[in-house]
């Protein structure tokens, strides 16, 4: 593969729920160290979209490409074993268990020598990549064994995001991962996203919030009514345009057809 | 929000900072019930006390003997319950499946002449096999546990009653089965088994420390690792001391510290008992991570069913027969309200197997020292009932402030 090749692409993904037409047509594509932030009205398609990428949907048409081949998702495991992470809106944490215990909740280590039967958690090793992986990404808790009911929102968010790295994903998913924080929280959150940028993973940001999508994001995708209405780079585009382009409406519209760049239509 | 960073390196100049916030944080959750055994354990010596003043016989080497004697069978049911505890769920058929599992060991020992061990084993493996069902029943049709257990609770007295016959009482007299609950260890046998506890705790407490000190884990403090040994050292040579006052270490309260002490290792160090926390705690975050929810519940409610055949085999031993008031009366609450007592949460997620013990202790001491007082069964329930409130509520309390901080 050629390095421009996108690591996920999808080509003319469609899906209909009923009557619906949740999406149509739809082209979309991450490249590695690339943050793409997804916007669009509700009911424009994000959710299917994502779902679809994570193998919760599975597209009526369109084919999906990851790192130039391409692929069939049909469940979450198979997206999870390409390398793709979902950070869903709800977190999913155990409020009852300490971060440790949080980010390795399912696939817990199990200390070596100990045998079989007693099956011992290697709590040790555990804490150890635990601290390791939140140094790396400058994340910070007050202490790795408090339980995450007591953290506050944006550290919340941070921990299930390094939740989604253990499997050493390659894109990243996060939905509305600011919804709800306030300001520093919102900051710390944005910072976690660029370090993720950093390490060179794709990471696809769906976000309500513009200011956060357009601090964050090198491109924005906007869908409306399940169609691609535009694909700008963010530095190249204003808030106008992309609310034009969300809600269909104002003279955002005329320029929209210039202003899609570097489309993989 | 504190704004200590992640602590990856060792800890120089903020590791006294770091202690004295651990101090603060300790009361913390001493007070709002995040450690609650340590609560428990105060109110415990409380109840020690107050007898104490009043009946200067209830902390004789005979009575605390006898004390944890009155308390194994209970506290065995309780191991299971704190299990289903932690998942959220309540488990109400435990009293009469003890009661059955029970009548089932005798019947086939006394009646089909079966050897005491296999008699034995088909009695657990009969409420396990309850257990079980009642998970499944419970997990795949998702009926409350209640209900499916409340049904159980009915089902299996009836069953008590019909494996019990015509007869009504059948005596145990097979020394194996009598033994459980009547063998005790002499003095010199008593001592070695402390020694052998405090030794063991120390080399796994040791190591363990060192393990994490190596792997550069931060707390290079031993002082919370030495407490801890000290006080486990300090309870041992104090039991085995009052034990061998009287009529030595008995087997019936060894069974019970060995399975509480094997279930905490299971419930807290292995994969499946995190899962088991994980499920209590939020069930579709479980899920999601890959969890299989319903066989963990079905695993869990196997375990409350064997739990509570052993507790039910040991009241037997103790009682020397099994009859038709077998896993009866009060016996289901008081099981499920020793743990809550000592700190598991109702709610799920939250709890210890340790609670089991020292809920079973807070239960039977209320009871024994109001028999030694004389006081009415009127009185008795009546203080029973008050204390278990009084828990529920720190529970309840202790989950508010939890959820308001959660928010902050």
Redesign the interface.
Known sequence: MSPDTPLLQLEGISKQFGPVQALDRVDFAVSAGEVVGLVGDNGAGKSTLVKTIAGINSPDAGTIRFEGKEVSIGKPQDAVDLGIATVYQ????????DVV?NLF????L?APGVGTV????DE??M??QT??L??NLA??????RSEV????GG?RQQVAVARSLLGEPKVVMLDEPTAALGVPQTKQVLELIRRLRERGLGVVVISHNLADVFQVADRIFVLRLGHASGDFRSTEVTEEHVVAAITGLGDGNNKQAAAPKEGTA | ????????GPPAEGAEEKIALDVKQQIRRVVQGDLASVRVVFGLALIWIIFQVQEPRFLSDQNLTNLMLQITAIGLISVGIVYVLLLGEIDLSVGAVSGLCAAIMTVLNVKHGWSPYLAIAAGIAAGAFIGCVQGFLFSRFEVPSFVVTLAGLLAWQGALLQVLGQTGTININDPKIVGLANTFYSDTVGWIMAAVVIVAYGLIAGLGFR??VT???ADNNPVPVIVRFVVVAVVTIVAVYVFNGSRGVPLAVLIFVAFVVGME?VVK????G??V??V???D???R????RVNGVRVAVFTIAGAMAAIGGIMAASRLLAVNQGSGGNELLLLAIAGPVIAGTSLF???GSVWTALLGAMVIGSISNGMDLLSLSSAIKYMVTGGVLLLAVLVDAIAKQQ?QT??R?
């Open positions: 709800d977190l999913a944490l155990c409020d009852n268990l215990a909740l399912g696939r817990e199990v007693s099956r011992q958690l040790v090793a804490e150890h601290g390791e939140l140094s994340v910070t808790i007050p202490s790795l009911g007591t953290l506050s550290q | 929000m504190s704004a200590t960073p992640a602590p990856a393990r994490r792997a550069g884990l290792f160090r292995t994969g499946f995190r899962h926390f994980a209590g705690g939020n579709e975050a479980a999601r991570a890959g969890i799920g997620g939250r939890r901080r959660g902050a």
